[in-house]
C-alpha cells in the first residue's frame, strides 16, 4: 500500500505515492517539490532522497481547521520535527498517542504506521527526516547506548519511539535544519553535506534524549511554559533589528524574567542573547550566500551596531569575512 493521506471527515483520499525501500536506495540525489492545492489550504514539500535516507521539509497554510488522517507500511525510522503547528500521531502498536506540539521531535520506528494530523493553527512547518531499517541501523552501529538501545528494538521487529515525552528544538538542531534548508550546494556536494547534517541532527537528537534524563532542574514544566518560551523566541526573532531587554521580554510572553532565562536556556540550549547572536549570523550567512543583500545592509538590518562589528562576529563564527562569501 503506498503512502495515503485523506480527509479524515469524509475518507477522500488527498494525496498518495509509492514510499518503498527501494526508491530510498538511490546512489544519486533525488529532488523533488511536491504541491497540494487543496480546498482548505495549500501544502508545499520540499524532498531530498538518497541512500536510504529521505529528508523533507514542509510549509503548509490552511483556510480553516481540519484533521487529516495518513498511513503508511513501510518499515521505516522517522525523526520528525514540529517547527510550528501541532501534528497527532497514532500507532496501534505502540498503543500510544503522540502530540507533537511547535518547536518539539521525536524519533519513531514502525512498520505499519498510521495518524491524525490535526489543523488547528493555520499555518505549518515541519521538517522529516526517515531512514530505511539498514541505513538507520549502519549510520548508529558506533552510536551512544541511547541510539544502540533503539537500534536494538529495530532488529526485534518492536515498534518503538526515542522518548515518552517530546523534546524541545534547540539552537543547534534549529541550525541544522535552517542548513538543510538553505542549502546551497549541488550534486555529490550536496548529496554529502546534507549526509553530513542528517547524521549531525540524530546525534543531536540523542543527546537532547540524554539531557533529559539528567537529574537537572525542570523550569518549564507545563505546556503552557513551553508555550510562552516558544512566543518568547519568535518574539525576539522578530524584533532581531530592536531586540526587548530581557524584561520586556518577559512581559511581552507573560512570564516573569527569572522563568525566561532559566526556561529559554533548558529549551533552547542557549542564553536569551546567545540564542539572538546566533541565529543573527546563521541568517546574514544565508542572506550572503544568495547574495540578495549588501554586507552593510544585512548588518544593520539584523541589528548590529556596525559593519565591523558584524564583520568580527561572522569570522569568529565561521572562520571566512563576510566579504568572502560573495
Known amino acids: 500500500m503506498p503512502f495515503e493521506l485523506k480527509d479524515a471527515a469524509s475518507n477522500n483520499i488527498l494525496h498518495s505515492h509509492t514510499l518503498n525501500e527501494a526508491g530510498f536506495n538511490t546512489d544519486e540525489l533525488k529532488t523533488e517539490l511536491v504541491n497540494l492545492n487543496l480546498p482548505f489550504g495549500d501544502i508545499q514539500t520540499r524532498i531530498w532522497i538518497f541512500n536510504g535516507i529521505r529528508m523533507s521539509y514542509s510549509e503548509s ?158 523550569y518549564a514544566k507545563t505546556d503552557y511554559d513551553k508555550e510562552r518560551l516558544v512566543y518568547a523566541r519568535d518574539y525576539l526573532m522578530q524584533h532581531m533589528e530592536v531586540p526587548p531587554s530581557l524584561s520586556q521580554l518577559a512581559r511581552a510572553a507573560g512570564i516573569n524574567e527569572y522563568k525566561l532565562k532559566r526556561g529559554f536556556k533548558e529549551m533552547f540550549g542557549a542564553t536569551v542573547f546567545g540564542y539572538l547572536a546566533e541565529s543573527r549570523l546563521e541568517l546574514a550567512k544565508i542572506d550572503l550566500l544568495e547574495a540578495r543583500k549588501s554586507v552593510t545592509e544585512i548588518a544593520f538590518e539584523l541589528g548590529y551596531s556596525s559593519v565591523q562589528h558584524f564583520s568580527t562576529a561572522f569570522k569568529k563564527k565561521f572562520g571566512v569575512a563576510p566579504s568572502q562569501l560573495r
Not at 554529502?192 to 546525534?203: G, H, N, P, Q, R
Request: aromatic share 10%.
Open 61 to 218: 497554510v490552511f483556510r480553516e481547521q481540519i484533521t487529516l488522517d495518513w498511513r503508511g507500511d513501510m518499515k521505516m525510522v522517522t525523526m520528525y520535527f514540529s517547527l510550528k503547528g501541532k501534528l497527532l500521531m497514532v500507532d496501534k502498536y505502540l498503543n500510544k498517542q503522540f502530540e507533537l506540539n511547535t518547536n518539539q521531535h521525536n524519533l519513531f520506528y514502525g512498520n505499519e504506521a498510521e495518524g491524525k494530523m490535526k489543523v488547528e493553527e493555520l499555518k505549518m512547518r515541519s521538517f522529516m527526516i526517515q531512514f530505511t531499517e539498514d541505513a538507520f541501523l549502519n549510520i548508529t552501529r558506533d552510536g551512544n547506548d541511547t541510539l544502540k538501545r533503539f537500534a536494538d528494538k529495530i532488529l526485534k521487529g518492536e515498534s518503538a519511539a526515542l522518548s515518552a515525552d517530546n523534546l524541545s528544538i534547540n539552537l543547534a538542531i534549529q541550525s541544522c535544519i535552517n542548513a538543510v534548508v538553505s542549502c546551497k550546494f549541488v550534486g555529490p556536494l550536496k548529496k554529502m553535506f546534507l549526509l553530513s547534517k542528517a547524521i549531525e541532527i540524530l546525534v543531536l537528537q540523542a543527546e537532547s534524549y540524554n539531557q533529559l534524563l539528567s537529574p537537572i532542574k525542570i
